[in-house]
């Protein structure tokens, strides 16, 4: 086959840009070069030295044998040949190898793989800071960063790394900052200069993600415009940030705007593969049938209308409220609404239509067993019989750590076992609504208590455990924690080998709390803060509050069903847990974890000492809580039984989880700065600009329970 002259000089410039260090290896792409596997060479490249003086590289795409995202990496004397079974599973490939030589694997000594995907979807949510859902400065402070294209290409080189293969963009209303609909000028508020550096942002966004052979999607909610739009149209007259429970507008304007927008983004935006379309929030007054026909009337219709090449890739979104109100709520007869109209567009959309929910509502960190989803228990329309065009992708959100770095791999195997391997589940996203991994705004900074530079720059790359466990087990569960090891080795040497173990132990006080301690939306808990909604206010989960919160996991036992029950003269099974087993299983992991980290030396490296801090801090909460559900199972005995010795007991049991949590202040205090925080907006839709949590502020909120309990009374004779 002859190859075409421009192709040729493309080709001869890739050898050439990956051979000019005459120690390194050369690497040769087999297949006519892409800007895949152009980035494929080029990462490789980086971590090859002067012992790979005379080794060669060979890149290949090859289908046969080998599945979407699959690879190999066969070693045969000074040949190492990596194989993809589409350009996304080159890339895979290539970064395994350098994965195993930036670990300290001599290129001699490289092992043979054959790696293949489980799930395939594996997505993360990312909310921007414009158009935010939730308006609070602790989301607007993100602003400068997410509009730098060095903190997305160094965003979106971690997807990849880590085999995530979809990146969403969440915006109430994205188009403004898009596109300016030809036949709707008027709702676009930028001047040229403005408008051509949004652009060039999202072009480039999209053009990185391609390069890394990432999906990308833009995600919005309904029904938003514009403020412009709706001023100088007279229509949507709330249907704009910050704004997000309104009623719904279908004006006809309204309908052909929005409508175009998503025709016109998709049509001058080749990059980006598709959208994601919510029911919900600006919908009020409409009925779920009303809400899911202009779906599909207006978005579904404006991407099927696209004039591009390559076809378009829907994520639909399940809807969120079954009655006329925006508020949460779900029934059989949504979801067979919702079903019926996936399964009439057929196979129209590129690959399986992912119908996304959320995974025990907004704390998917919580327990693996699926309780309820945004509104109540989910029924098994969706399920039953298979669906044919779609597949379910589960929203494990994240709105309870933000601060402290997390990491427990089995909980991830777990939740993949038990909800993952159904033939009608595609996949995950992980991601959140409250916070956005970007400008790092907690790290206090090397003026305060540490002389050493630390070694990341953005928010994500603090919690690169996090990113990296939940990435690589989407990809295959049966990665070995081995894997994981090996990062905390490179980065630390042999001072990092028992973080992983102590993290797994440690940061699993945040499933516990989350499973123990019933949420529902965003605010309901924050769980690194032990801050929970507690009526129209965000505040610290108090021992009353311990003790009449009923559990989201129905294996947990609650404070009051325990101390009633028990009362009785009943028992629990042993499938059971008790607030007293918590508490003895809380303080054994986290007092191990604190155990495997205290003789590490992190005095000359910031980054491990905020690595060893985090472990601690998760530790402190633990054995706080299990005081404090110590001191809550005694407190509610006192107030039935009326035993001076019990409120003694509840007393004492209190004061130590004080004790915990002024030890968790000390050690946070130089490391964490004052951190703004969304749920401090509590049950109100406007920001609230008193919104700085730091665990040393609240510690008079924890100190109350111990007032608490010496001021708790006998019952009445």
Known sequence: MRIPFYVAIRWAIVWLAVTTDVHAASISILDNPSPQSDY?????????????????????????????????????????????????????????????????????????????????????????????????????????????????????????????????????????YMVRPINFPEASKWSDTEFAEWQ????????????????????????????????????????????????????????????ESVTQMLEEYPDLDGIGVSHGEGMGGMTPLQRQQFVDEVYVAGALNTKRKQPVKLIHRVPFSSGLSSGPGVSTEVEKITRTAMEKLGHKFAGPIWAEMKFNWSHGHSTPKLVKVHGGKLGDTYFKPTPSNYKIVWQVRNEDFFALRWG???????????????????????????????????????????????????????????????????????????????????????????????????????????????????????????????????????????????????????????????????????????PLQLADVLERDCREATRLVNLIEAADNASLRYEVADVQAWSYLGVHLAEKLRGAVALANYRIAGDEKIKQQAIGHLQQALGFWTQLSTLTRPLYRDMKLTHYNGNSFDANPDNLFHWERIRAEVAHDVEVAVAASPPAK
């Open 40 to 176: 494929a060479a080029r990462k490789l490249r980086e971590a090859f030295g002067t012992s790979s003086d005379g080794y060669k590289v060979t890149l290949k795409i090859s289908p046969k044998g080998l599945a979407p995202e699959a690879f190999t990496i066969s070693p045969r004397g000074k040949t190492i040949a990596i194989t993809g079974g589409d350009a996304r599973g080159l890339i895979y490939g290539a970064l395994a190898l350098r994965e195993q030589l930036l670990n300290g694997t001599p290129i001699d000594q490289v092992t043979a793989s054959r790696e293949k995907p489980v799930l395939p979807f594996r997505g993360i949510k990312f909310n921007t800071p414009w158009d935010t859902y939730r308006p609070s400065s602790a989301l607007d402070q993100h602003y400068a960063t997410a509009r730098d294209l060095k903190f997305w290409e160094a965003w979106l080189d971690m997807m990849v790394e880590n085999r995530f293969n979809a990146f969403t963009l969440w915006t109430m209303h994205p188009f403004t």
């Open 408 to 578: 427990v791999p089995d909980f991830i195997r777990q939740h993949i076992a038990l909800n993952g391997t159904q033939d009608y589940v595609g996949g995950y996203f992980i991601g959140s609504e409250t916070y956005i991994p970007a400008l790092d705004y907690f790290t206090a900074g090397t003026h305060t208590a540490l002389k050493e530079p630390v070694d990341w720059k953005w928010a994500f790359q603090r919690q690169w455990l996090f990113y990296k466990l939940w990435g690589r087990l989407l990809y295959d569960p049966k990665t070995p924690d081995a894997q994981f090891h090996a990062e905390f080795t490179r980065r630390y040497g042999k001072r990092g080998e028992n973080l992983l173990k102590a993290y797994s132990l440690a940061s699993n006080t945040q499933m516990r709390l989350a499973s123990l301690y019933d949420s529902r939306w965003d605010f309901t808990l924050y769980g690194e803060g032990m801050l929970a909604l507690q009526g129209e206010h965000t505040n610290y989960i108090g021992v009353d509050a311990l003790i009449d919160q009923p559990t989201l996991d129905p294996t947990y036992v609650s404070v009051a069903e325990y101390v009633k029950t028990m009362r009785a003269g009943g028992t629990f099974g042993a499938d059971r847990i008790t």
């Open 200 to 259: 060039r942002l999202y072009r480039e966004i999209f053009r990185m993600a391609k390069e890394r052979g990432l999906d990308t999607y833009v995600v919005f909610w309904s029904i938003f415009v514009s403020e412009e739009f709706a001023k100088a149209n007279d229509v949507a007259k709330k249907n704009f940030y910050p704004h997000y429970y309104v009623p719904g507008d279908t004006s006809d304007i309204t309908k052909r705007y929005l409508r």
